[in-house]
């Protein structure tokens, strides 16, 4: 089972629409969590961290959930340029101490 | 515009060649790391130096060789490769290891 598991999608949407993404992570001894963005042939860049208590930034509201071992990220009012892959990462503070990622979910918004 | 700078951006090289990739950032941090990316894959980690001193290194094959002169500056020596190691190579850098990570925008590599 992979640590850090999503559905790859590609999740189609219109302009406007509200989308969810879900993460599952294996291992509790993971302590933080983070949500980073990819365009395509691009670099990942951090979107957001995520929070116990949940957070959110404008548009995106980002959930954990410790006890089911979920992370999830909604996108409310999508807009085209919210078309990228996002990469749910997790990452402990003890043993190997490095991020590992999701194999990305990907999004398309169309006109 | 990112606050980590990798050069070159674009690196061509046959099989015999030596070459070096280079990674810099000025925000302080204290941890850098090395990933390797495959098209549709998500990066892969390679090596992390923390407080320049290598603390990962995940099996990489010693073609690789990784090199943190000072807190700023990361490396990466390349010396025969071979035509799978052709990836987009990412270095990023966080203010310690259990701080998010800032990647440059990665050296695209072709092994020829």
């Known amino acids: 089972r992979k640590e850090v598991e999503q559905d790859p999608g590609p999740f189609n949407v219109p302009e406007g629409a509200t989308v969810a993404f879900n993460c599952t992570y294996s291992?509790?001894?993971?302590?933080?969590f983070f949500w980073y963005r990819q365009d395509c042939r691009k670099e990942p860049k951090l979107l957001m961290s995520?929070?116990?208590s949940g957070n959110e930034d404008g548009r995106f509201t980002a959930q954990l959930n410790r006890a089911s071992q979920y992370i999830s990220l909604l996108i409310r009012d999508s807009k085209l340029s919210d078309s990228a892959t996002y990469l749910c990462?997790?990452?402990?503070?003890?043993?190997?101490?490095?991020?590992?990622f999701g194999s990305g979910t990907r999004l398309q918004v169309q006109p | 515009d990112t606050e980590v700078t990798q050069t070159p951006k674009h690196l061509v090289m046959g099989m015999t060649n030596k070459k070096s990739l280079k990674c810099e950032q000025h925000?302080?941090?204290?941890?850098m790391y090395w990933y390797k990316q495959k098209a549709k894959k998500p990066p892969e980690l390679m090596f992390v130096?923390?407080?320049?001193?290598?603390?990962i290194n995940e099996s990489v094959p010693s073609r690789f060789s990784p090199e943190c002169p000072n807190s700023s500056l990361l490396n990466l020596h390349l010396h025969a490769l071979q035509p799978e190691d052709s990836a987009l190579y990412l270095c990023?850098?966080?203010?310690?290891?259990?701080?998010?990570?800032?990647f440059g925008d990665g050296t695209r590599l072709s092994i020829l």
């Open positions: 925000m302080g941090h204290r941890a």
């Open positions: 990023a850098s966080s203010q310690d290891r259990d701080q998010p990570q800032h």
């Open positions: 291992n509790s001894a993971s302590q933080s």
């Open positions: 995520v929070y116990s």
């Open positions: 990462v997790v990452n402990r503070h003890t043993g190997r101490r490095a991020l590992t």
């Open positions: 130096y923390s407080y320049e001193k290598l603390s």
